[in-house]
């Protein structure tokens, strides 16, 4: 291990918590609350990094389905589509409603 480099041993819960140094936190700009994201490099290594945007959390979810075998773009599409459907019946119930009360 190089002079630069520095170490700290934390303990696991059973849940597989593990609490980030403080000296660590503040010298990554980690808030708390906060999130991480873990990364496995080229070298195998895991390397903990801070998000500080959405952009950050790009391509967290790639090639991930949920039970029926959607991906993540897959589903928020779906929602989209349910959402702009239910606003147009909406929206229809709404003009239909006035033209019989204008009668």
Known sequence: ????????????????????????REELGIDTPGRVKFVRTDEGEIVVRPIRSATDLRGILAGKTDDEGRTATERFRESRERDAARETE??????????????
Do not use: Y
Not at 90 to 103: H, I, S, V
């Open 1 to 24: 291990m190089s002079g630069t480099e520095s170490e700290k041993v934390v303990s696991v819960s059973s849940r597989g918590q593990a609490t980030i140094p403080k000296e660590f």
């Open 90 to 103: 909406l929206r229809d119930r709404d003009r239909d409603e006035t033209e019989r009360t204008d009668e």
